[in-house]
DNA sequence: TGTACATCAGTGAACGCGCGTTCACTGATGTAC
DNA sequence: TGTACATCAGTGAACGCGCGTTCACTGATGTAC
């Protein structure tokens, strides 16, 4: 790997986790240099300010997170041609990633960023926002599918299912977090996925 | 009121903003103690440093939440004996009131924290665990009373099922805040009342 | 009713420390001719 | 092949500012006798 992109990424690991375990504000420059092994005029080098760190660190995560959903249901449509089985093997696969984390999912960027986003410029509060939006439009496109062959056995607003799964996912990662048990947010994600199974599955039209 | 809390909670309230705004790492004593319009020293004779506010905010959100439970869903007893009913009426109850909060609601100081922990002594992380396995334990008492009247129609794992409430409204929260809207929080309660009914409604035993 | 003392709920100046940021400089590599 | 210059990826000292915390002090209220 290039040295360039390889100080860079450095540099953005170290400060991801340590924004996932104290926060942005304590997370200090300093502390990010000591990890990556450079001076504080090298980080500088690579990013001008502090805001600069938190807006690459967030497009990163969702960057990486949003090829994480294409990879995954696009295997799980190979598996499964249809629909709503597609769906149901994508979150299996999902929960089943989740559990094998050895260390558990450290929390999602953007959770802390959330609760946090006073610190930042508009720039890196947009940048939460269109990612939540991308993720709720690619799951209701998914759930529309599946009801153009299922009819829901009782009426659903889809947006709002479609934020469910994104919802699912940051509130099993909130429960992680507090309770320091590793597979919170898998099994909500199991408990989604029988909601689905009990929503969708009885009736093909 | 008299003086000596009516100066602890504007502490606690400013702080308890602030925090969910910005962290609690970015949240001064400075602008607490500008905010409460006492001096710094006035801050230091009601919290022994800043370690002993996070304890205090967070105790006082715990108990506010838990009797907010305890009302609710006597209120819903009141109304409907049935178990299940009982339920699906303190859910409603919850996402109304969440709908009517003119702000929205302004986030949870557990998941705050929790995406914090590591500025906090091991008893603030307690707090946090202990507060989300009570919840655990009031919710799965009551899905397993639903449970001995009404088979479920897929098998569950009830632990699970007791946190889904607290997953639920936590990834709500962190929706709502992420996208400022409003009520994302409810939509997703209401789509949980949804699931029970579909898992527990059909055949009663 | 008066006096002495204790407690409560603060005030406000002072402390040292760590923070984000700037800046002049540097050595290695790449490019033009 | 050699020389001149530009760019890249940093170094490390210095800056001023705001932070959490301490501490000697204060005025109002409560209690004992």
Redesign the interface.
């Known amino acids: 790997m290039d040295p360039k992109t390889d100080t860079r990424s450095r540099i953005l690991n170290i400060a991801e986790a340590s924004v ?7 997370t200090s420059i300093e502390e990010i240099v000591a990890g990556a092994d450079i001076s504080r005029g090298g980080f500088f080098y690579h990013f001008k300010d502090k805001n600069a760190l938190a807006r690459a660190m967030l497009q990163r995560y969702i960057d990486a997170e949003n090829a994480l959903y294409d990879d995954l249901f696009a295997r799980a449509r190979e598996l499964n041609d249809d629909p709503l089985h597609c769906m149901l093997i994508g979150l299996k696969l999902l929960a089943e990633m989740l559990t094998d984390m050895p260390e558990g999912h450290p ?2 960027v ?3 960023t ?6 930042f410029d508009e720039g890196v ?1 947009d940048l ?2 269109q ?3 991308g993720w709720r439009t690619r799951f209701r496109g998914m759930f529309e599918e599946i009801a153009a062959v299922y009819e829901p ?2 009426p ?2 889809m947006d ?2 479609g ?2 799964v ?7 990662l ?2 992680q ?4 048990e590793h597979n ?1 947010a898998s ?2 994600i ?2 989604l996925r ?2 689905l ?3 969708f599955a009885q009736r093909q039209i």
């Open positions: 996932l375990k104290k926060g942005f504000e304590a929390g999602c953007i959770a802390a959330a609760y946090q986003d006073r610190l509060r939460n926002r990612a939540i939006l056995k009782e659903i607003n709002a299912l934020d469910m994104s919802s699912v996912v940051e509130g099993g909130v429960l977090r507090a309770l320091r919170n099994q909500q199991m408990l029988t909601y199974k009990l929503l």
